[in-house]
């Protein structure tokens, strides 16, 4: 067993550092009780300052488990949250305290708990069309979009007369929950942390199913996660509503602890503030939230008395100390605090577990053996005035092996992503089982069957390799954000895990299920993109170089599976440099140069084309 | 409205959009050579305004002593990296001009009379004492993660954003300042009066704009940025050094800063914080070129200025609502346009 138990962020695991398993080390469900048992005592044993304190750590810690998952885990940033609290916080405020409302929304009157309904509606609707507009581009597009929907909400809260502009609006009632009406620091404490928990558990669960991976991998694996069918743009969307609902939430709940709000809270510092904590505890972790928020409000409130003293004058000069510390930690501990602390309390190592007795995975009809699968009609690409591939013709039947071969330059890449869809040709087309691939996107050709491998490695390297396979078996699960939330969706996952663990032990990487995908060799990385592809139960197979960088026992094994996978009818086409390795496999091979076809057929009668031996050999004089 | 108005207000627009296009320009200049997303480009317009504003009014600007204590922090850093990487501590001349020189001006601060100084003299001193944090910066904050992720350094620059306008409270006070104009009176146009600070910002800016063409079109370290600009590890190959080409684009986005400051300081008030939310309308205009192209950024940053002074017009409250919201067209049309899911660097 290999001794690096996974430790995928996010996961429970996270909470372990790699190290071997200690039995006498507490599990994370003993630490998270006395952790629970803390908290429920801490209103009658604290003085009131230091509950009002807690209370505004669980409002913070709530957005800021909203940037861990946008940030942290996904790759993408908002400088905009403190605008959807403001808008949860107004909400409620304008709903439970106005006199007269217009007729379409007079029913949410004076309900703080409808109130949080229309709030978190109207939330989700301003983020989705936020997201609409930025979340397609590159990344950096929705930070900037939301530093100005930051302030122009700001500013709105300010001059709008019916949120009473600057001065803010009071007489906001407290919570009152089955009767029992929440106006005091310690009461509504328990509220506040029942929410947060709630936050982080449903977080934990969602990442650890299989949106999550699909989540997991927006932040360095988009292009294979769209080529395993994944809806990047889609899981992009997901994590920024639910920040954003985090946000609306933690709005809420302190208007009616305040009684009263005005814009100052919401405005973009307080926004860059909320990013200051979830990069300080740890972006890439739900519990690193909570410690970010900790650290910022405690530093805070301790830097607002100190600075001042020390520089002879009023300001908020605890700015400069959160920046500077932000960059140091950004220069030097990217992982933030929480994997130091993670560190002083370890906990015992669990990894997923594989049910045996979970059914299996239903799989789409193989096209009969001899079919035509793949057909490429005289394909031409050009890049400018080069010619990369010119009048390409090829075919790949349901049952055989086809290789691409040809020497460095011959433009093998390049045809390579015009069958599968990454690039379209000048000219000529790619049917794939009679369809066109041109002008779809990688995603709907995975949907029709093709699966591919890439040339460089692309995995997620901290996440376990039984992960990383999982997410090609993506679009054969269905469950989506809510369930995986609220743990409705075992049976499928244990499903999708065990047809993931029955791929990878296919490909023999089975001793190396639990390890992280970046831990093994390069060869083995080769191998699990096959499983992976595998996973997604295709009827093409593309594969470009797999047995760059095997040994020689391994690639005898690959080539058995290939074989295998050959008999059961799959089409395989391979692109490879190996030449020992291809002609003793497959049933035909293309020869390319200079991007066109200069030989075509078997194996033997390729070895002894003269225009292919002056090729690869220089001539024969 | 008469022609009148809109003649003032056009040449109000007119005016800031000169300045939000040069601010445009240096952003995009830092982004494609560098992949940071410069935010504290603000700070350096509002340092830029409130020290010219302290040499007029006579007092010694406390900004060396920052700059001074950058140098010497960054001269530390050099010190441990060369350690780090060669084994020995090197100090060449680069090191030693860089340390001497805020001492230098600390000095110069103390003779010259700084109240009777020519404006020239006193826009000079100014850049001398803002511009060289731009390197600086990059020097500190930069250079240690220049390979990081774009989103990383964006909150980077976040990060020194905020710290800057903490130092820029403690350094100006909280109080807001305006410099004397360049020039009395205007041009008459027709039926038009073109004020002399107009006339001073878009000469500048032209000026400016004319310049950075025939740097980016003409010299070779001009040339060496673009190179760098349009292919990182191939420029790096052809013997560019991503130091350089870092400290040069920072160099030149902090003398835009601070050059825009001492333009924009005789019209508007300004604040020590007041630099974001400028910097920030230099943002939709480069955001509007696609973060790309540098003719369509300056052309939207003037539309910038020109909408943002109409729109004081109508709806003086909601101005900066309606000035952030012109980039929402535009991201739906890009979003529209594009198709196509790549990996974040």
Same mark, same amino acid.
């Given at each position: ?349 669990? =990894?997923?577990?594989? !049910?045996? /007795?979970?059914? #299996?995975? %239903?799989? @789409?009809?193989?096209? +009969?053996?001899?079919?035509?699968? *793949? ?98 078996? =993506?679009?054969?699960? !269905?469950? /989506?954000?809510? #369930?995986? %939330?609220? @743990?409705?969706?075992? +049976?499928?996952?244990?499903?999708? *895990? ?124 | ?345």
């Amino acid at each position: 067993m290999n001794p690096r138990l996974q430790t995928e962020p996010g996961t429970p695991a996270s909470t372990t550092v790699p190290q071997t398993r200690r039995s006498n080390a507490p599990s994370t469900r003993t630490v998270l009780a006395v952790f629970l048992a803390a908290l429920a005592f801490a209103p009658m044993v604290l003085p009131e300052f230091q509950v009002t304190l807690l209370n505004y750590i669980g409002l913070y810690a709530l957005v800021a488990l909203g940037l861990v998952l946008l940030t942290g885990v996904g790759g993408l940033t908002s400088f905009g949250q403190a605008a959807f609290v403001g808008l949860g916080a107004y909400t409620t405020a304008v709903l439970t305290t106005a006199t007269e409302l217009p007729g379409w929304i007079a029913w949410a009157a004076g309900s703080p708990w409808l109130a949080l309904l229309v709030g978190l509606v109207l939330t989700a609707v301003v983020a989705i069309l936020i997201g609409s507009i930025t979340l397609r581009l590159s990344g950096h597009y929705l930070p900037l979009g939301t530093i100005a929907w930051g302030i122009s909400l700001y500013f709105l809260f300010g001059t709008m007369d019916i949120l009473g502009g600057h001065t803010g609006m009071t007489g906001i009632p407290p919570i009152s929950l089955f009767g029992w009406e929440l106006d005091k620091g310690g009461e509504i404490f328990y509220l506040i942390w029942a929410f947060l928990l709630a936050a982080v558990l449903t977080t934990r669960n969602l990442l650890d199913s299989r949106e999550g991976r699909a989540i997991r991998a927006l932040k360095g694996g988009m292009v294979m996660a769209e080529a395993m069918g994944v809806n990047t743009s889609r899981s992009r969307m997901v994590i920024f509503v639910i920040a954003a609902l985090l946000a609306c939430a933690s709005g809420w709940l302190y208007a009616h602890m305040q009684r009263f709000v005005n814009p100052t809270p919401f405005g973009l510092h307080i926004g860059i503030e909320y990013l200051f904590m979830a990069v300080v505890g740890g972006a890439g972790h739900v519990w690193g939230a909570l410690v970010g928020a900790g650290v910022i409000t405690v530093m805070k409130q301790w830097l607002q008395d100190l600075l001042p003293q020390l520089l002879g004058a009023s300001g908020n000069f605890e700015v400069i100390v959160f920046g500077i510390m932000m960059v140091l930690i950004l220069q030097r501990a990217r992982d933030g605090i929480w994997p130091l602390l993670a560190k002083l309390v370890p906990v015992r190592a669990v =990894h997923k577990q594989i !049910s045996a /007795s979970a059914e #299996p995975l %239903a799989r @789409r009809p193989m096209p +009969a053996k001899g079919e035509l699968i *793949l057909e490429a009609k005289n394909v031409t690409r050009k890049f400018g005035g080069l010619v990369a591939n010119n009048n390409m013709s090829l075919e790949v039947r349901a049952g055989e092996i086809l290789a691409l071969i040809g020497p460095n330059g011959a433009g093998k890449s390049t045809m390579f992503n015009q069958l599968s869809g990454v690039d379209t040709p000048s000219a000529g087309e790619v049917l794939f089982r009679g369809q066109p691939v041109a002008g779809k996107d990688s995603r709907e050709i995975a949907r029709m069957g093709m699966s591919r491998t890439f040339q460089h490695v692309k995995l997620l390297p901290t996440m376990s390799v039984l992960d990383n396979v999982a997410i090609g078996a =993506h679009m054969r699960g !269905s469950r /989506s954000v809510l #369930p995986s %939330a609220w @743990r409705l969706d075992r +049976a499928e996952e244990a499903r999708l *895990l065990k047809e993931a663990a029955r791929q990878i032990e296919r490909v023999g990487l089975g001793e190396h299920m639990f390890a992280e995908a970046g831990s093994l060799a390069l060869g083995q990385q080769r191998i699990l993109e096959i499983a992976r592809a595998l996973a997604a139960d295709p009827c093409l197979l593309l594969l470009d170089e797999p047995a760059a960088g095997l040994r020689y026992k391994e690639k005898e094994a690959l080539g058995d599976l290939l074989r295998r996978l050959r008999a059961e009818g799959m089409a395989i086409l391979i692109v490879e440099h190996d030449m020992d390795f291809v002609m003793n496999l497959v049933d035909r091979v293309v020869v390319m140069e200079f991007g066109e076809k200069i030989a075509e057929g078997l194996p033997d009668e390729v070895q002894k084309n003269p225009a292919v031996l002056e090729a690869y050999l220089g001539g024969v004089e | 409205m008469n022609l009148q108005i809109a003649m003032l207000l056009g040449q109000d627009g007119m005016t800031n959009g000169a300045i939000y296009a040069l601010l445009a320009l240096s952003i995009l200049l830092v982004f494609t050579v560098t992949r940071v997303l410069f935010i504290p480009q603000g700070e350096f317009v509002a340092f830029g305004a409130l020290t010219m504003a302290t040499l007029q009014a006579g007092h010694a600007p406390a900004l060396v002593w920052l700059l001074a204590l950058l140098a010497v922090i960054a001269t530390i850093a050099d010190l441990l990296a060369g350690r780090r990487d060669t084994g020995r501590y090197r100090f060449g001349t680069g090191q030693a001009l860089r340390l001497g020189y805020p001492f230098v001006l600390i000095g110069l601060i103390q003779v010259l009379p700084l109240e009777s100084l020519p404006m020239a003299l006193q826009a000079a001193l100014t850049l001398a004492l803002v511009v060289p944090l731009g390197p600086l910066c990059y020097r500190l904050f930069y250079q240690p993660i220049a390979n990081a992720p774009v989103l990383i350094l964006l909150i980077v620059s976040v990060a020194l954003h905020v710290a800057m306008v903490g130092v820029g409270l403690l350094i100006f006070g909280p109080e807001g300042a305006r410099t004397q104009p360049f020039g009395e009176g205007g041009l008459e146009l027709g039926p038009i009066t073109l004020n002399a600070q107009t006339l001073w910002v878009l000469t500048a800016s032209l000026a400016l704009i004319v310049a950075l063409y025939l740097f980016f079109e003409r010299t070779l370290y001009g040339k060496a940025l673009r190179a760098t600009a349009v292919n990182r590890v191939g420029a790096r190959l052809m013997g560019i050094s991503p130091v350089f080409a870092g400290k040069a684009s920072f160099f030149l986005a902090a003398l835009i800063g601070a050059l825009s400051g001492i333009l924009i300081a005789p019209i508007t008030t300004i604040y020590f914080d007041s630099g974001f939310i400028i910097s920030l309308k230099g943002f939709v205009g480069s955001i509007i070129g696609g973060l790309a192209s540098y003719p369509v950024a300056a052309l939207g940053a003037l539309l910038v200025g020109l909408i943002e002074a109409f729109s004081a017009f109508f709806a003086s409250t909601y101005k900066e609502v309606i000035v952030f919201t012109l980039i929402i067209p535009f991201l739906l049309w890009r979003s529209l346009t594009s198709r196509h899911v790549e990996e974040e660097e």
